[in-house]
């Protein structure tokens, strides 16, 4: 390669090349950065490299954002050819990932703490599993936003407020019904009429400790504080089966949500009555309850199609806005 300005153009890499093509179509760089999903940082050492390459300013700064010089113009042409070529390339070897992706690798979603023994009945059934395939199913931990966006975790859903500029986050919604749960043989069932706060404050609390959620104060703690309550006893568990041992042996009285109702439901010696809408709204004057969000990467970096991530969070967000009520003798 004897020609100078050839092996000058042949080091510049791909990225550095649609980073021209996006300030000429764009005429900013902050526009290109936004575009590209990289940092300004990022847009101006590129412009630099293409700056020495080609020995030209390329593009002057003007009110109106950054203008293409002759050479620029006499470029553009030759770089959307080739980056169009790199697009066809991109879109053929992902055809071919997504493809052997559908057959052979699970599709890999993280969730809070008790949202993995509700979704995965949901996610097993023959229908789910033909659009899906297999899915893995992962807790959230405190790296799982990191992992998302190196690809080793395909999305997450979580009650944690996830902030980074890397991931999409939206917001699903919020739990609607919140269910009394106690021994079948509590002496909390023996009142014939509604279950009110002031019934439950009675009794022995136990609490299941949700990061992000209640981790320093639960809302019924909080309620009894401002109405001037004393609880007999509040304690806290991490575990789910710690918290069934507790409630069948301490006969404490705790929540679950409505989405945990799925999996409490089936426990042996419990029983669940829903909290009354206006015992819920005393309980949660003070603290939102749980809000769930999901966390993924850019529309263009996943390996999924939006149809399959509908198809995942349609149960949870039929669980979060149910009014079913529950009956159990």
């Known amino acids: 390669m004897s020609n100078p300005l050839l092996k000058q153009i042949c080091e510049l890499d791909v990225f550095t090349l649609l980073v021209f093509k996006s300030i000429f179509d764009n005429g900013h760089a902050n526009s290109a950065a936004k575009a590209l999903n990289v940092s300004a940082p990022k847009i101006s050492r590129c412009l630099n490299a293409l700056r020495l390459t080609f020995n030209d300013e390329l593009f002057y700064r003007r009110q109106q954002g950054l203008k293409p010089t002759p050479l620029a113009e006499s470029l553009y042409v030759a770089i959307c050819q080739f980056t169009e070529s790199v697009y066809h390339l991109e879109q053929s070897a992902l055809q071919l990932q997504n493809a052997a992706s559908h057959v052979e690798l699970p599709l890999h979603i993280a969730a809070s703490n ?59 919604g919020c739990i609607a019904n919140v269910y009394v749960v106690a021994s079948k043989h509590h002496p909390l069932w023996e009142s014939q009429l509604d279950i009110s706060l002031e019934q439950i404050c009675r009794h022995s609390f136990l609490c299941l400790d949700l990061k992000g959620f209640n981790s320093r104060i639960d809302p019924l703690e909080l309620f009894c504080q401002r109405q001037g309550l004393l609880l007999p006893s509040i304690e806290r568990v991490v575990d789910r089966e710690e918290w069934y041992a507790h409630l069948l042996t301490m006969q404490s009285v705790a929540f679950c949500s409505s989405i945990d109702m799925h999996t409490v439901k089936h426990m042996p010696g419990l029983k669940l009555a829903p909290l009354p809408i206006a015992e819920l709204h005393r309980l949660h004057d003070t603290i939102m309850p749980p809000q769930y969000f999901l966390v993924e990467k850019p529309r263009s970096h996943r390996r999924y199609s939006q149809t399959q991530c509908e198809l995942v969070i349609s149960s949870l967000l039929t669980a979060l806005t149910t009014n079913t009520l529950l009956t159990q003798s």
Do not use: C, M, Y
């Open 114 to 172: 008790g949202l993995l023994s509700f979704l995965a009945p949901q996610l097993s059934s023959p229908d789910v599993v033909n659009e899906l395939g297999q899915v893995r199913l992962h807790k959230w931990q405190d790296n799982s936003a990191e992992l998302i966006h190196a690809g080793e975790l395909d999305f997450g859903i979580t009650i944690e407020p996830t902030e980074t500029k890397d991931l999409n986050v939206s917001r699903l």
